[in-house]
């Protein structure tokens, strides 16, 4: 265990190699090899690492490679503290459900992607591999990391990998705007979270999560006022929201999708969106110790999860449809943190890494299919072309619509109870989402799969299955769609078995289960000095479970479960057993139809508020200018003229004579002042001279 | 008194000499092997087997017109020789010859002197030697001798360079400047550092042939190119300057190679105590074995190989040597923090 | 050839126009490796040969012109100072000229001594050629083992006729003396001594990186280009085209041997360098068959006392170590002298191509240059 | 004064700097003021080492090398620069340098 | 006393070869000249305890960068006397007279400190420790390797840079 720092290096080297050898030298198969060579040996030692972790007692693990920061003296809250970092990795639970999640679904996708991404050059197929690695680096680095700073670094660093693989194709201008704008936006995020940090320093001297949260720990709860932990955990929020896309930073996430689709899945569905998540489960005990700011994020959690599910309900674009999605269920785990449910939000956090993943790689295949169509009223009927697509994305949209058994449905479940006891109104929130969830998934579904086949024609009417790829694995023209080639469906076969699967680590205690992954999760989020007084929030809250009866639990369930089938059944009336209801509910609905199809005008309002205002600001920075700084000087003039109206004398000989003079003066004293200037290194060395001496002089005679 | 003064100067005077004469023994040397590679018998007619030919060389070259070319520049011109001369004669100062032996009572060491920083001494000094070689063809106010002081400078440095590197790695080998120092040091290590550093030392001779100008890096007085090079207009005394500087470089390389790489004064295997009789031999002659066979490997390549291009000796030089040499330091380096 | 002459220089200013770049650099006539009194006019940047420029004629003595005026067994002398490391090759084109002028029957016997005096005399004029060229390049054992067999072929010419350099061997119609008894023996000992030589030369350079490095890309010439310059000899094979007069127009007794022509590849100065090691070995197989075949016989054919060809011209190419030696003779057929006389020297025709081969080269490639065209002054200037 | 304390170094490097001084203020040729900059630059190493000297620590000579380090540095880029005008005005002479003025 | 003599005829003689460098016409003198001002101060370097120093001068100085002159002297194949033109309003005598003022103030401040405060604080600072005699090269490396590791790397910079920039002047064309 003691070589976990190997497991984020690995896909480090991995980039590097490609970086700086494989975008010149290398075939694809060699950058293929390195790329999902260097992920394999990561995930082999996640999987090494984890079961090692299992078998320990203590349950956590900490490596320290090396001092990154030497101890600095830095005012803190108590005096002078040691600002100090090392390159330290923590093997915990939680970390160690991260690392397998990241290299494992990392993995899939990088051998997924060694098909995908055949179409580009050799250069632009090793410069993706060696983003991707480097993207791969950055995640496990900020998941392993033992402090905020590395945690930092590892933020930062997906951020950066975000940013180059959301323009991939930066030929494409949408696609570099569409990076800039992740950027930007993650900025404000960044911004709160480096403030947080310089915070949580001068707050309680360290970095390390175990020393803040033991600190904190030792402080009381802030149940009324907004004390130093609360703005901490805001600030620490405020930067989840810009890395997980929530209200109201969510709009960089849609956009997003100009990357690759491996890349969506992995980064902008699986692993780096959840970043946020996992800061806030990582500072759990801070946020226990916040309940008021656990409130907001409760809210902002449910409001973004049912604001995304509705824009979802309306948009065409697949992509953009999983990613509204992505950010609806970025809002569940939000809502799961925020009522004290770290546990499930990191649940959910998993299940949702494969299923989104999966439907994402299955989008991908369905567009690769299309070539390059995105737009769902252009497919249908695909379902008999690529069957293994089809089955696979049905399981992934079974799974996060919440149907038993399949692992969306634990931990959505295990959320909404949560939610339950803790807050009504959220509550009927979440369960709107949900059926919304399930609405618009099966009407992705319907629309892609089902139906009439509504795309263009393709040259050759017969269609096989692999007649899309030509000796060199390149596109040649175009064949209609056709089934993906095994790298694509291999993952996707094994993503399904995830997102069936992952759920039975969590079967709760009603459906005769151990809810065995928040069991196993909680010695992440509680202080290590548990034993004292002050039993943490956490703990309290997964004691509260027990006390409301099972029956309630599996009525709950049943109730999701109905909303689920509710929102299915309703998807399959209007997209596949009456098509023209569709029309008719959208006719009708018009306004509302607009209204969401825009995005509730969520850009436009950026874009006329904070966009604008800036413009407008220095628009009128500009009329000012014009106006007021002008108006004085035409003013000015104004009562010159007047003035020397009243008195031409004074104007002709006083007024005119001393402009003359002043320019007289001006262009006679620069044609004796440009002599100064003769261009003679020795004329102003001799300057220099004169200077030195006189300085010289001067402390001759003071002395 | 004796021991601050006179002993010193006793001892540059019979090293000087004793230098003087190997060198022009060294010519005579360099002529019959090169003949006896060739099958011929060199210089037979003066004293038996010619070994009287230095001192008929000397005597020759003494009394010969000593021409300054007409707008040469006359200062410079007498200058150069000796300016090529004094470093490659002040580099003994500081080679241990053997360790300290007892004479006549006294407790005398084979060296001048050990100052700690030996090692720079000998690049710095080896370093003023290119003056010569720049204005004696500067000086000549002639086109080849210009072509070939320029070339012989640039290749002196290049090299100088490679040549610098090595001595780097055997710094870090030795742990210290001091030449006796480095000697001792393979005492303790019981082990001569060619064996230890096989590539310094590979860089180390052929930097060396380059540094002294020989075969195959002859290229500045290549006389079928530049028709002798630097020294062309020069004759008499001061060409024999020119010419006995050129051998006497050979000597410090040879006596410096031996120092760092074939552990100097000291006896081959010098931990291996069943070689103990070897001892009886006295230190300094294994010094002077040593350097023979090196002189010996000079002469032989010389007889032997073609002549590399301008081009292609700095091209060896910037692009195979020196990254070599560096790498050769990180190797030493790592090893040493390692190991 | 060698040795620290004193060398004139003069310096030229390029132009009027200022220029740090560009140098002129006088090469001779006095340089150790211009091989005689050549004088070459190299324009240089920096090492860098932007121009060449061949100034010959420093050894001019107006052979032709002599010639003119000697009678016509009088000219074999002055034959020999043409080519004065060849001089059996001159000797026979200007013999076989005559013949061929006089349609002179030639006895078998003295055919194929001459094919051996030939061939010895190309194996020596090769060991002059691979000792300076490998001294040019720096390799000087080379220059001494070449000599030592050179002596080996001077010693057998001076064995048959008395001289070691301008031997005079050959006679209008035939030979001037027969070999001495045993010569033939010792012919084919030198045979088998060189044999072994060879292999020697070849340890020392073939595949010596440096020689490689020295020789190899240096002065490419291909076929077409060098026919067009009128290269010949070895130089021309070194390129590539199979151009040789012992095959092409069989004189002697060529036609009755087996020997290949080698020929190179790339047209470098490498490729030359072969071609002739392997000549050394195709003269020593020609010399083999000769010398186990002599037949009996005379030495001269039927030629008057006095030779006094009919009026006619006529000429007749050779191929000497150099190249294709020619003779171009008129006769009037009423003076005891040649109307008309004149060489196609090879030497001559082959450094005509230098200026090619040195441009964009290094000075020291200058060097390697000139002795891999291997000239002879003598029968440059005439 | 037959003692020799640093003072002695002080001045001595003081007339050597001055010398420097008056080379650059002299001289017309370019190269050769390069050459009092560089004395100018000893007569600092000589202060630099005898202060190391006087404190018995060698921080001074650490300067010095920087100095040193500088000093190679300034010669080639200088050098350069000369050689570059060299080609282009065919001269050294600095006052002929004057073409970046007004 | 012995190092008196030998302090003054140092002295003597670095001043005037360093006169002589600025005042010979002939710049490859003038070369010659520093070489062997630079020499001396080496010497100097010596007696000041500072032998690392004074190899590093005559490596650095001595054996690279008045070679580096030397070669720019022979490529600046002047055609005429760079002297020949001179500006009429380079004010060499103000230059001149001011310099030899700076000079006597320098010296007299000199002095008149050293005079002033005797007996500098080098017994103190050699009872603190740091014995400059011994490992002068391994202190050298000690500094330069930790307190002045960073000025030490951007000097390898600048070095860089400064090869570069002058590659980039000297090459005719790139």
Not at chain 2, 157 to 164: D, G, L
Not at chain 3, 29 to 55: C, F
Request: with cysteine; proline share 4%.
């Amino acid at each position: 265990m003691d070589v976990i720092w190997l497991i984020p290096l690995l896909p480090g080297i991995g980039a590097a190699v490609n970086g700086l050898l494989g975008i010149r030298f290398f075939s694809k198969v060699q950058t293929a090899v390195v790329g999902c060579g260097s992920m394999g040996l990561a995930a082999l030692l996640s999987v090494y690492a984890f079961v090692q972790l299992l078998g320990s007692e203590s349950r956590v693990h900490d490596v320290v490679v090396a001092t990154w920061i030497p101890p600095i003296a830095l005012e803190t809250v108590d005096g002078i503290g040691a600002f100090a970092a090392d390159w330290a990795f923590r093997l915990d639970p939680l970390s160690g459900m991260m690392i397998l999640v990241v290299s494992g679904i990392g993995l899939l996708i990088h051998i997924y992607s060694t098909s995908y991404m055949l179409s580009e050059s050799d250069a632009g197929y090793a410069r993706f591999f060696c983003y991707l690695n480097l993207f791969c680096f950055f995640m496990l680095t900020l998941v392993l990391g033992a402090n905020l700073l590395v945690m930092f670094v590892g933020w930062e660093g997906v951020g950066l990998c975000s940013y180059l693989l959301i323009g991939f194709w930066y030929e494409k201008q949408s696609a570099s705007d569409a990076g800039k704008k992740a950027f930007l936006v993650n900025r404000i995020g960044d911004w709160g979270f480096v403030l947080g940090i310089f915070l949580i320093f001068f707050t309680f001297g360290s970095l390390d999560f175990r020393e803040v949260a033991a600190g904190a720990a030792a402080m009381p709860i802030e149940a009324a006022e907004f004390g130093v932990i609360s703005l901490i955990c805001l600030f620490l929020f405020v930067g989840a929201v810009g890395k997980s896309a929530q209200i109201p930073l969510y709009v960089w996430l849609p956009d997003a999708m100009e990357g690759p689709t491996p890349v969506s899945a992995l980064i902008h569905a699986a692993t780096m969106v959840t970043a946020g998540v996992y800061m806030v489960c990582r500072n759990a005990v801070l946020f226990t110790h916040a309940p008021m700011v656990m409130t907001i994020v409760a809210v902002i959690g449910g409001l973004t999860a049912l604001m995304a599910a509705s824009i979802g309900l309306t948009q065409t674009d697949i992509k953009r449809v999983l990613a509204y999605s992505t950010v609806s269920q970025l809002g569940y785990m939000f809502l799961a943190t925020g009522v004290g449910a770290f546990g499930a939000g990191a649940f959910h956090l998993m299940t949702h890494a494969f299923f989104k993943a999966l439907l994402f790689l299955g989008s991908g295949s369905v567009i690769h299919a299309m070539n390059e169509e995105q737009d769902m009223r252009r497919m249908g009927g695909l379902k008999t072309f690529m069957p293994v697509t089809f089955v696979t994305m049905l399981v992934g949209t079974l799974a996060i619509a919440g149907i038993p058994p399949l692992a969306g449905f634990f931990s959505k479940d295990e959320i909404l109870f949560r939610t339950f006891l803790h807050n009504r109104a959220l509550w009927i929130l979440a369960v709107a989402t949900a059926g919304m969830t399930a609405f618009y998934m099966f009407r992705l579904m319907a629309m892609t799969f089902y139906g009439d086949y509504r795309g263009p024609a393709w040259e050759n009417a017969e269609g096989d299955d692999h007649g899309g790829h030509d000796e060199n694995g390149g596109h040649g023209a175009w064949h209609g769609p056709h089934e993906s080639p095994p790298p694509m469906t291999g993952p996707l076969m094994a993503l399904a078995v995830g997102a069936i699967v992952a759920g039975f680590v969590g079967i709760p205690a009603a459906l005769g289960g151990s809810n065995a992954i928040e069991h196993f999760l909680e010695p992440s989020f509680v202080a290590e000095a548990h034993v004292e007084g002050g039993e943490v929030a956490a703990g309290e809250a997964a004691e509260e479970v027990h006390e409301i009866s099972h029956a309630a639990e599996l009525g709950l369930m049943a109730l999701s479960i109905l909303v689920a089938l509710g929102g299915i059944g309703l998807a399959y009336r209007l997209y596949i057993a009456r098509p023209e209801l569709a029309e008719a509910w959208r006719a009708r609905w018009a306004g509302v139809h607009r209204v969401l199809l825009n995005k509730y005008y969520v850009d436009e309002l950026y874009q006329s508020t904070v966009v604008r205002g800036t413009m407008s600001g220095g628009r009128g920075l500009w009329r000012f200018d014009g106006r007021v700084v002008d108006g004085a000087v035409n003013g000015a003039g104004w009562l010159t003229i007047v003035s020397s109206w009243c008195s031409q004398l004074f104007d002709r000989y006083a007024v005119d004579g001393a402009v003359n003079l002043i320019g007289w003066s001006a262009s006679e004293s620069s044609f004796s002042l440009r002599r100064i200037q003769t261009g003679l290194i020795q004329n102003y060395a001799l300057v220099m001279l004169l200077g030195v001496f006189v300085f010289v002089s001067i402390y001759l005679l003071v002395q | 008194m004796v021991d601050a003064i006179v002993i010193p100067l006793l001892k540059i005077v019979i090293l000087l000499n004793a230098v003087l004469v190997a060198v022009s023994y060294l010519v005579l040397l360099e002529r019959k092997v090169i003949a006896f590679v060739q099958s011929r018998l060199g210089p037979m007619r003066v004293g038996p087997h010619g070994i009287l030919q230095p001192i008929a060389d000397a005597v020759k070259l003494m009394t010969k017109e000593d021409i300054t070319p007409a707008r040469a520049d006359r200062w410079v011109f007498t200058a150069a020789p000796i300016m090529v001369m004094v470093p490659a004669l002040i580099v003994f100062a500081v080679i241990p010859f053997g360790p300290e032996v007892e004479l006549f009572g006294r407790s005398v060491p084979l060296y001048i002197t050990d100052i700690n920083i030996g090692l720079l001494y000998i690049v710095s000094v080896a370093s003023l030697g290119v003056y010569g070689i720049i204005l004696g063809g500067w000086a000549s106010n002639s086109k080849y001798p210009l072509l070939s002081s320029l070339r012989a400078s640039a290749q002196l440095i290049s090299y100088e360079v490679a040549v610098t590197m090595t001595l780097v790695s055997m710094i870090l080998m030795a742990g210290t400047l001091s030449m006796v120092g480095i000697v001792e040091s393979q005492r303790d290590a019981s082990l001569w550092f060619i064996f230890a550093q096989p590539v310094a030392f590979a860089i180390f001779f052929i930097g060396g042939l380059a540094e002294t100008n020989r075969a195959p890096f002859d290229m500045p007085e290549a006389e079928q190119e530049l028709t002798g090079g630097f020294h062309t207009e020069y004759s008499g005394m001061r060409f024999a300057l020119f010419f006995l500087a050129e051998y006497a470089n050979m000597i410090v390389i040879s006596s410096v190679a031996t120092t760092l790489f074939l552990g100097g004064y000291l006896r081959p295997f010098p931990g291996v105590e069943g070689l103990a009789f070897l001892d009886l031999i006295p230190a300094w002659s294994w010094f002077v074995l040593k350097t023979f066979v090196f002189l010996y490997v000079f002469l032989w390549i010389r007889a032997t190989l073609p002549r590399y291009r301008y081009d292609q000796l700095m091209r060896l030089g910037w692009k195979v040597l020196i990254p070599i040499a560096i790498g050769n330091v990180v190797v030493t380096g790592v090893a040493k923090v390692l190991l | 050839m060698s040795g620290n002459e004193t060398t004139t220089m003069k310096v030229e200013t390029p132009s009027p126009m200022f220029d740090t770049t560009e140098m002129v650099l006088n090469m001779g006539p006095q340089h150790p490796s211009t091989h005689g009194v050549l004088r070459i006019v190299l324009k240089l940047d920096g090492e860098r040969v932007l121009d060449a420029d061949v100034v010959v004629g420093y050894l001019h003595r107006g052979i032709e012109k002599l010639s003119e005026n000697r009678d016509w067994t009088q000219i074999i002398l002055l034959t020999d100072r043409m080519d004065y490391v060849a001089a059996a090759s001159t000797n026979l084109g200007y013999c076989e000229t005559v013949e061929k002028l006089m349609s002179v029957e030639v006895p078998r016997r003295a055919r194929y001594i001459r094919t051996i005096l030939n061939e010895l005399q190309r194996i020596g004029s090769h060991c002059l050629w691979l000792g300076t060229h490998a001294m040019d390049i720096g390799a000087m054992t080379v220059f001494l083992y070449a000599f030592r067999e050179r002596e080996l072929i001077l010693d057998l010419f001076e064995e048959y006729c008395g001289a070691r350099l301008t031997y005079n061997s050959m006679r209008v119609g035939g030979l001037p003396l027969d070999i001495p008894p045993g010569w033939d023996k010792k012919v084919n000992e030198f045979c088998d001594i060189m044999d072994s030589k060879l292999t020697e030369y070849e340890t020392l350079l073939t595949h010596n990186r440096i020689w490689l490095e020295r020789t190899k890309d240096i002065g490419v010439i291909d076929g077409p280009e060098a026919i067009a310059l009128g290269l010949c000899g070895p130089t021309l094979r070194g390129s590539g085209v199979a151009r040789d007069v012992r095959k092409d127009e069989p004189y002697a007794a060529y036609d009755e041997f087996d020997f290949d022509v080698p020929i190179g590849t790339r047209g470098d100065t490498y490729d030359r360098y072969l071609v002739r090691i392997e000549e050394f070995r195709q003269s020593l197989r020609i010399i083999r068959q000769a010398v186990d075949g002599i037949p009996e016989g005379p030495i001269v054919g039927k030629v008057p006392r006095l030779i006094k060809p009919p009026a006619g011209e006529t000429y007749h190419a050779v191929e000497s170590p150099k190249g294709e030696i020619g003779f171009f003779i008129a006769s009037d057929g009423r003076s005891t002298n040649p109307y008309r006389f004149r060489v196609r020297p090879p030497s001559f025709c082959n450094l005509q191509g230098l200026p090619r081969l040195v441009r964009g080269h290094m000075v020291a490639d200058v060097v390697a240059l000139i002795g891999s065209i291997d000239i002879v002054l003598g029968e440059v200037d005439r | 004064m037959l003692e020799i304390t640093p003072t002695h170094y002080l001045v001595l490097s003081a007339g050597l700097f001055m010398i420097g001084v008056i080379g650059v203020m002299v001289r017309r040729n370019i190269i050769i003021i390069f050459m009092s900059i560089e004395l100018m630059l000893n007569a600092v190493n000589v202060n630099l080492a005898a202060f190391s000297q006087q404190w018995q620590h060698v921080t001074g000579q650490v300067f010095a090398v920087f100095v040193i380090a500088v000093a190679a540095a300034e010669a080639a880029v200088g050098l350069g620069i000369i050689l570059a005008f060299y080609r282009n005005k065919e001269t050294v002479n600095i006052d002929e340098m004057n073409v970046m003025r007004w | 006393m012995a190092e008196a003599i030998v302090f003054y005829g140092l002295a003597a003689l670095i001043l005037g070869f360093a006169v002589l460098v600025i005042s010979t016409r002939n710049t490859v003198h003038s070369a010659l000249y520093l070489v062997v001002n630079f020499l001396l101060v080496a010497m100097l370097y010596v007696m000041l305890g500072a032998e690392f120093l004074a190899a590093i001068q005559v490596l650095v100085y001595a054996g690279g960068i008045v070679v580096l002159y030397l070669f720019v002297v022979m490529l600046v194949n002047l055609k005429r006397p760079p002297e020949t033109h001179q500006d009429p309003r380079r004010q060499t005598r103000l230059g001149l007279a001011l310099a030899s003022a700076l000079l006597a103030e320098l010296a007299a401040i000199i002095v008149y400190s050293a005079t002033g405060e005797s007996a500098p604080a080098a017994t103190a600072a050699a009872a603190a420790g740091a014995d400059i005699a011994g490992g002068n090269v391994e202190q050298i490396g000690m500094l330069l390797y930790t307190n002045y590791l960073i000025p030490f790397e951007v000097a390898s910079m600048l070095l860089l840079v400064a090869m570069i920039g002058a590659i980039v002047l000297a090459k005719r064309e790139l």
